[in-house]
């Protein structure tokens, strides 16, 4: 199939790209309206894009023309928890993706436990075995619809003990849940490590282990 991208509508576009870029990771955002309610929802057009210092972005579409909460308290507050998804999580967060209406806290009507957070003040899911605190860094609007792609600088992370092994994150241990296109996720399924056989991917090597 050959597609000219300016043929497509933006429903179809948003169809062809979320079943392309997959597997993609989710960020369970929790916010803060300015009634102190909290918010919470799921984002998958998420990935980490600095490391000094450390920040992650995500991707806000508009509900019509109007923000989603989410977008809406960011920019009020500046100021995000964005939670792990890990596989027995995939219940309650699809359901945080329902359209609550902003004076209702989706966190409150499924029962949600919170943990306080140390450098913000959204509190963290306490299901999440990871916790990144950020700080908004910018916000840039994107395209004719002008989602919002928002960078968020983490000042603070929360990573589980038991994730731990030899200094680093287990991804096994993580087990984390997968967006695909559609109302579909996934698990991860093998591993492969790789190594460099020419001595040019030394430094490579060093800097990814
Ligand atoms: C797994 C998953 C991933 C999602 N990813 C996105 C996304 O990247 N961008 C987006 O605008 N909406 C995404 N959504 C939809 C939002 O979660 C949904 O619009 C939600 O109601 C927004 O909540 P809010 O108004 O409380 O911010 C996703 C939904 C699910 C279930």
Redesign the pocket.
Known sequence: MEIAAATLSPADAYRLMIGIVVPRP?AWVTSLNAAGLV?A??????TFCGKNPPMVC????R?EAAF????ANIRASGEFVVNSVTVEAVEP??E?????PPHMS?VEALGLELLPSQAVKPPRIALSPVHLECKLERIVQLGRDRDELIIGEVVYFHVRDDLIKDGKVSTEALNPLA?LGG?RYATLGRYITMAFTSGFGEQNQKRAS
């Open positions: 989710i918010n929802a799921p984002f998958s057009a998420y995500f991707n806000v579409g509900r989603k909460d989410t977008a967060m699809h945080t993706s329902a359209e609550y989706e967006r109302p």
